[in-house]
């Protein structure tokens, strides 16, 4: 918690936001999109995305909303598939666990820190000699399974550079791999942060 700028300070951070660019691989295939995200931890998130080339005019919106998720395109705002949401709603989770002070964490073996938080997966974490969090295990529902039996993605997390704001300090690169297959790198331009 030091790390990222102390407990009493990260106790106080209502909201990030930040605005970058991303890859989202799709196969072989890797699409360059540009977002503008906010996240309040664990409680909602909406993303803003854009294919570089096209520009805002053809924005994509996902929104979380506690249990609920939409997306609204072209105008029109729909509700996500029950699993669709569950998935992403697991992946903006990711987010509250990076400002730890959230969750609760416990030491596993192999100096590996175990994050848990009502109504979402657990996360193990790994960090660096001057504890900023370097890379973390984490396992969100598969978003195509409309039964949502149960299946996990496995999925892989590394962190890299710092971005900066009212002295919370963040990971301005994040890349996962799914599977051992890339699936998601995102690279912050600006971040800012909300304080209670």
């Known amino acids: 918690?030091?790390?990222?700028?102390?407990?009493?300070?990260?106790?106080?951070?209502?909201?990030?936001?930040?605005?970058?660019?991303?890859?989202?691989?799709?196969?072989?295939?890797?699409?360059?999109?540009?977002?503008?995200?906010?996240?309040?931890?664990?409680v909602r998130a909406r993303s803003d995305s854009w294919?570089?080339?096209?520009?805002?005019?053809?924005?994509?919106?996902?929104?979380?909303?506690?249990?609920r998720g939409f997306k609204v395109m072209n105008g029109l705002q729909s509700a996500l598939p029950p699993a669709v949401t569950i998935n992403e709603r697991q992946q903006f989770g990711i987010y509250g666990y990076l400002l730890m002070a959230p969750a609760r964490w416990e030491a596993i073996p192999r100096g590996v820190l175990r994050g848990s938080h009502t109504g979402f997966p657990s996360i193990d974490i790994r960090l660096a000699k001057d504890g900023r969090i370097i890379s973390a295990d984490y396992a969100v529902l598969a978003p195509d399974?409309?039964?949502?039996?149960?299946?996990?993605?496995?999925?892989?997390?590394?962190?890299?550079?710092?971005?900066?704001d009212k002295g919370v300090r963040w990971p301005q690169r994040l890349a996962i791999t799914q599977n051992n297959r890339p699936f998601f790198a995102l690279s912050i331009d600006h971040f800012s942060v909300d304080l209670r």
């Open 51 to 67: 294919l570089i080339g096209e520009g805002r005019s053809e924005m994509r919106t996902l929104m979380i909303e506690g249990e």
């Open 145 to 164: 399974e409309p039964d949502a039996d149960g299946k996990q993605i496995r999925q892989y997390l590394r962190f890299a550079g710092t971005v900066t």
């Open 1 to 42: 918690m030091t790390a990222i700028g102390g407990r009493d300070l990260i106790q106080r951070v209502r909201s990030i936001r930040w605005t970058g660019t991303a890859k989202v691989y799709a196969g072989d295939k890797a699409i360059d999109i540009g977002v503008e995200t906010y996240v309040e931890p664990f």
